[in-house]
């Protein structure tokens, strides 16, 4: 069984001899104008500071995938692996040429100090000599090559377990298991959720207006949510075709619920005018009515129909029509359309 509180008001009222209004105190305030900021609005598109894109380094079959889209990760985890058995054996073959040439090289270096001692004792030509040291350079110039191959196939080696560069959430994967994959291939593309940023085109001729630092105050209406810039930069340079300006808007760290391509609403402060506002609580929304609640000297409200504008920050909406300075409305829509109710019982 729904009560009806109004009546409920109304009849403790008649009971205890009571006016009704006085029954269930409302609370008021006061219509007046006030000075506030003046914005300047534009929408705009939350982007994450740092992406990327993965890509492979070396060429093979998709051997593992640890990790899909929204899926958070840390930095340096393995988020995929590519077959290494290639990449192994030519490993394998690198360090074994190194061996080789270390050996050569050992020997050249042996037959080159004993090549010197029979030429201080007069037993070898110059010519002699000299061979022996151009063996031994030689050795030693295939050696340091031989090294150079093994660490490259070890670095290549080390690219068929592909990690994360830094900790985020996967926001695409281009790549299946067991696809075959070759060097440049994207194979999954990250963001770091806690930088994010706005990204708003302005046009030319407002771009005087917010001026070169601007306050700005990004409103996302999905999650009813308003949060102060934490710094914003106004590229130097314009869109040919649009003649707009790109303003990066760099959001707080770490906020929750937000991610990239988001729709947004930037307000840049632009200078001061005055405003008539009241508070949401104090709107009531009647099929295609709006109105609010105006309390008159007995303390009596009474449905008026509004015309409002833009919600601030602080939860305050802008009255366009409708309203005098000096009334009183009440706060409370609902609590004042209970005692309206009430009075009509």
Do not use: C
């Not at 300006?245 to 770490?254: I, K």
């Amino acid at each position: 069984m729904k009560l009806n509180l109004g009546l409920i008001f109304g009849l403790l009222a008649s009971l205890l001899g009571m006016p009704v209004h006085a029954a269930e105190a409302l609370e008021t305030t006061p219509v007046q104008l006030r000075e506030v900021e003046q914005t300047y609005s534009i929408d705009g598109v939350v982007e994450a500071t740092r992406q990327s894109t993965v890509s492979a380094q070396i060429s093979g079959r998709v051997k593992a995938i640890f990790f899909d889209v929204g899926d958070r990760v840390s930095k340096g985890q393995v988020i995929l692996k590519i077959d290494e058995r290639e990449a192994n054996q030519a490993l394998a073959g690198s360090k074994a040429q190194l061996s080789q040439a270390e050996a050569a090289l050992q020997n050249a270096r042996l037959n080159y100090e004993r090549s010197k001692q029979l030429f201080e004792q007069k037993f070898i030509s110059q010519a002699a000599l000299d061979k022996a040291k151009s063996d031994y350079d030689v050795a030693r110039a295939q050696a340091a090559a031989s090294e150079a191959g093994a660490e490259q196939s070890a670095l290549a080696q080390s690219y068929t377990s592909v990690i994360a560069p830094y900790a985020g959430v996967v926001a695409a994967r281009m790549v299946e298991l067991g696809e075959m994959v070759t060097v440049g291939k994207p194979l999954m593309t990250g963001f770091d959720p806690s930088q994010l940023r706005v990204i708003a085109n302005v046009p030319q001729d407002k771009l005087k207006e917010i001026g070169s630092r601007p306050s700005v105050t990004v409103e996302i209406p999905s999650l009813s949510r308003w949060i102060k810039a934490a710094s914003v930069t106004v590229q130097p340079s314009a869109d040919i075709r649009t003649h707009s300006t790109q303003v990066r808007v760099e959001l707080p760290s770490n906020q929750a619920n937000v991610y990239p391509g988001m729709f947004v609403r930037t307000h840049f402060v632009v200078g001061k005018e005055k405003k008539m506002l009241v508070p949401n609580s104090a709107v009531v929304h009647r099929s295609e009515v709006v109105a609010v609640y105006v309390v008159d000297e007995k303390n009596m409200p009474h449905l008026r129909q509004v015309r409002l504008g833009e919600t601030n920050e602080q939860n305050e909406i802008e009255v366009l029509a409708g309203l005098n300075v000096g009334e009183r409305v009440a706060r409370d829509a609902i609590k004042a359309g209970m005692v309206a109710a009430g009075n009509r019982q």
